[in-house]
């Protein structure tokens, strides 16, 4: 079962850490959903933590990473703008996909965790 946490409140600017129990080695993603808008994707890494793919508009800012000793996978957000602001779900892929486009595919996930809310004050 996956389970997002680390969210908050944090002023433009700042940084936060989400982080997600993962499932095994797992092709895991985090995707977000602002107000009104529909969910996108953020970020996904590979079961080994080698491969990492980012949406265009958090590359230089967020970074993936995942400890499978922990079981865990996590969202280093910097530089956040108010335009981060969303709740922010991990979701997990037994059966990786196999284009890197797909990687932003909602459908190709199988689990999905709670959400967790960020909110970047201006």
């Known amino acids: 079962q996956l389970q997002a946490s680390g969210g908050g409140l944090v002023q433009a600017g700042g940084s936060l850490r989400l982080s997600c129990a993962a499932s095994?080695?797992?092709?895991m993603g985090w995707f977000r959903q602002a107000p009104g808008k529909e969910r996108e994707f953020v970020a996904a890494i590979n079961g080994y933590g080698n491969s990492r793919y980012y949406a265009d508009f958090v590359k230089g800012r967020f970074t993936i990473s995942r400890d499978n000793a922990k079981n865990t996978v996590y969202l280093q957000m910097n530089s956040l703008k108010p335009e981060d602001t969303a709740i922010y779900y991990c979701?997990?892929?037994?059966?990786?996909?196999?284009?890197?486009?797909?990687?932003?595919?909602?459908?190709?996930?199988?689990?999905w965790g709670q959400g967790t809310q960020v909110t970047v004050s201006s």
């Open positions: 095994g080695r797992a092709f």
């Open positions: 979701a997990a892929s037994q059966d990786p996909p196999f284009y890197s486009r797909d990687y932003g595919q909602e459908n190709e996930y199988d689990f």
